[in-house]
């Protein structure tokens, strides 16, 4: 669904999940989201990325506690590196999701203006989020002592990934008619 305006997202099913660094909760997020659509059997469809709002760990793999609850999930296949947000993105990804409020708020102060990219929290997709209750932060894991926090944060993510995907999936009410 490409668009001759600069200002419009290259795709309607493409996704950019944001944390600080992008070494544990983005890139944890952005496995979860990719396992979730090829169980779907829809991975074709979809542009999916993620990245930080920092360029500390540029070029860097997962913090090795992201990647050791990834395997230990049996997401064994996923490759990253490290990236900083770029203003392209803004028109790549039609849904930019921080994993928390500062996230969203860097997000917002350089959204390129004319961007149609629509910038969200991972935890309002998640099912108490979307029943009406408290959005909930994906909390950072990185200077915890353990990997507890890691697997949180997981668990967080593959939540809200599912309602998201649920979410963006469900037919639209004039869809339903014709069905």
């Known amino acids: 669904m490409a668009s001759s305006s600069s200002s419009s997202c290259s795709n309607s099913k493409s996704v950019l999940f944001v944390c600080l660094g992008n070494i544990c909760r983005s890139p944890i997020a952005e496995a979860v989201f990719r396992h979730l659509i090829s169980k779907r059997g829809v991975a074709s469809e979809w542009t999916v990325d993620s990245c930080g709002t920092i360029g500390y760990h540029t070029g860097k793999n997962p913090e090795v506690r992201a990647r050791k609850v990834l395997k230990d999930r049996g997401l064994t296949d996923y490759e990253h590196q490290a990236r900083i947000i770029k203003k392209a993105d803004f028109e790549k990804f039609a849904y930019i999701i921080g994993m928390d409020l500062d996230n969203v708020l860097d997000l917002k102060r350089i959204q390129p203006p004319g961007s149609k990219a629509k910038i969200h929290r991972l935890g309002e997709f998640d099912k108490h989020a979307l029943a009406g209750g ?24 593959m939540e809200a990934c599912k309602g998201f995907l649920d979410n963006f999936e469900k037919p639209k009410p004039h869809q339903e008619a014709k069905e």
Do not use: H
């Open 134 to 157: 408290e959005v909930k932060e994906v909390r950072d894991p990185y200077y915890d002592d353990d990997a507890e926090g890691f697997y949180v944060c997981y668990d967080q993510c």
